[in-house]
């Protein structure tokens, strides 16, 4: 099956976080960007949220 090109934008996301397990680890944060088929970026800003518990910052 060939592949084909798509010219709708793309949203590509970001996601710092204190760890890869699910189960013990936290979203610091979040970040979307949105470009077109050719990589522009189409919104200037990143739209970001942050996870604002801070007692995961305490642990080991």
């Known amino acids: 099956m060939a592949l084909t090109r ?6 590509w996301i970001d996601c ?3 760890g890869l397990d699910p189960e ?6 979040i970040s979307c ?15 970001m949220s942050r996870y604002t518990n801070r007692s995961i910052f305490s642990r080991p």
Not at 6 to 11: E, G, I, M, R
Not at 33 to 47: I, K, Q, V
């Open 33 to 47: 960007f949105l470009t077109d088929a050719d990589l522009n970026l189409l919104e200037p800003r990143a739209s």
């Open 24 to 29: 013990t680890d936290h979203i610091l944060q």
């Open 6 to 11: 798509s010219n709708q934008p793309l949203v």
């Open 16 to 18: 710092e976080m204190t």
